[in-house]
Structure formats: C-alpha cells, structure tokens
Nanobody, 127 residues
Framework: QVQLVESGGGLVQAGGSLRLSCATSGRTFSKYCIGWFRQAPGKERELVATISWSSDFTFYSNSVKGRFTISRDNAKDTGYLQMNSLKPEDTAVYYC????????????????????WGQGTQVTVSS
C-alpha cells in the first residue's frame, strides 16, 4: 500500500521560509513524478510545482516561480518543497502526490493524473 506523508508545515511570518517534505513508502513501481498542490480555504486545489523522476524537468505555477524550489532524493524516496519569501496568500493546506511512470523525464501539471496523495500539511503565513 502506497503511503505519502507530508511534514514541515507550520506558522511563519511573511518573508520567512519553510521546507516541506513528502516521504513515500510501500510503492511497487520503480519511478514516479511528484507534484505539490495546495488548497486555500474556499478555493480549489491548485498545482504548486512538479518534478520528474530524473529531476531534469520541473514546472512551477506563476504564483510561486522564483520563490519556491521543488526537489527530490530518490534514494530516500522523499520529495521536498523549499518555500522562501512566503506571503500571506501562500496560506493553504499543501499536498504532495505521485504518479507512477516508466519515463524518467515525465511530469504532469494535472491533478487528475496523480494516483496517490498525502494527507496534507497546513502552512500559515502571517502578515
């Protein structure tokens, strides 16, 4: 049974930083891409960033480009989202998700493409 566990969320002041982690366990597939999504109160869940298995390909939403960095350590089966220069509008529940793939370069921006999801971690940015 595949499990994804996010950690690293919390309360931070505007301009501060947080690093989210997403640990994957129980997988039977060899490769997967990772996506980070977020959902603010009253809003739909949206993509934040995604990364291929090889780490050669990444995609960021315009709202976080230049402030957030997605990365991964395949040896540890863990993905990361480094969030710098946080803004109050970054406040949301952050989810990681994975999609198995045979293509090391594959990544996807689309929520419906992801097969496994974590439970989410709250990020709150105070002004």
């Amino acid at each position: 049974q595949v499990q994804l566990v996010e950690s690293g969320g919390g309360l931070v002041q505007a301009g501060g930083s947080l690093r989210l982690s997403c640990a994957t366990s129980g997988r039977t597939f060899s490769k997967y891409c990772i996506g980070w999504f977020r959902q603010a109160p009253g809003k739909e869940r949206e993509l934040v960033a995604t990364i291929s298995w090889s780490s050669d390909f990444t995609f960021y939403s315009n709202s976080v480009k230049g402030r957030f960095t997605i990365s991964r350590d395949n040896a540890k089966d863990t993905g990361y989202l480094q969030m710098n220069s946080l803004k109050p509008e970054d406040t949301a529940v952050y989810y990681c998700a994975v999609r198995p793939t045979a293509n090391s370069a594959y990544y996807t921006r689309f929520e419906g493409d992801y097969d496994y999801w974590g439970q989410g971690t709250q990020v709150t940015v105070s002004s």
